[in-house]
């Protein structure tokens, strides 16, 4: 391709396939749901989240940051909604496991919209996505080359990645939930829903803005 570098390109995938892979609030929340509801749920988280992910790479390849500096309060409000509403999941369940009680009497499965909205707002809440994607796509940039073309396969890349890769653990988590239905075996499962819903909520409240 005459407007990539093909050894930097390369560099770029490895390096995206290992930050996907890297367990964060977005893979917690998807392994979360797909074990409370199953894979269609898991899904659902994946396909808003991807499009959270969207929204952040196309920021960040464009230059937007200064936007979105400027709505960064709201952002802080919509963050800090997702925290508490994750947490008060987990609360939920957790609960529910000391009660031996069934994920479908802690809440019905929610609808595909909803799910969605969770993941995209873990997804562009996430206070450190932007400014990583404005230092981590100039690394992989050859100067030589047409800027556009280069981020636009970079943005191309990455989303695809994370849409296969989350949908990996949407997958496997759903699985293993099968394995898991029993009376004894769901108090084990809503405990560990409950963790991964309050550790993905208390990874967004600890995270800063600022580096």
């Known amino acids: 391709m005459e407007f990539l570098n093909g050894d930097l390109f390369a560099a770029y995938l490895v390096a995206t396939v290992a930050l996907i892979?890297?367990?964060?609030?977005?893979?917690?929340?998807?392994?979360?749901?797909?074990l409370a509801h199953g894979p269609r749920t898991g899904l659902s988280t994946v396909a808003g989240s991807s499009f959270g992910n969207a929204l952040l790479v196309v920021a960040g390849a464009l230059g937007l940051s200064t936007m979105l500096v400027l709505v960064a309060d709201l952002f802080e409000w919509v963050?800090?909604?997702?925290?508490?509403?994750?947490?008060?999941?987990?609360?939920?369940?957790?609960?529910?496991?000391?009660?031996?009680?069934?994920d479908d009497d802690v809440a019905p499965a929610p609808r595909a919209r909803g799910v969605f909205l969770q993941g995209l707002v873990v997804a562009i809440t996430n206070p450190k996505t932007i400014l990583f994607y404005i230092a981590f796509f100039p690394q992989f940039l050859d100067t030589a080359l047409p800027v556009g073309p280069q981020l636009i396969c970079m943005s191309v890349a990455f989303v695809v990645f994370a849409v296969v890769i989350d949908s990996g653990y949407a997958l496997l988590a759903g699985r293993l939930r099968g394995r898991l239905m029993d009376a004894r075996r769901t108090r084990v499962r809503n405990g560990i829903t409950g963790t991964l819903l309050i550790g993905t909520g208390l990874g967004l409240a600890l995270a800063r803005r600022n580096p």
Do not use: D, E, F, Q
């Open 21 to 34: 892979l890297m367990p964060g609030p977005i893979v917690t929340l998807v392994i979360a749901n797909s």
């Open 79 to 102: 963050r800090w909604i997702g925290v508490a509403y994750l947490i008060y999941l987990g609360v939920r369940h957790w609960r529910a496991a000391l009660r031996s009680v069934a």
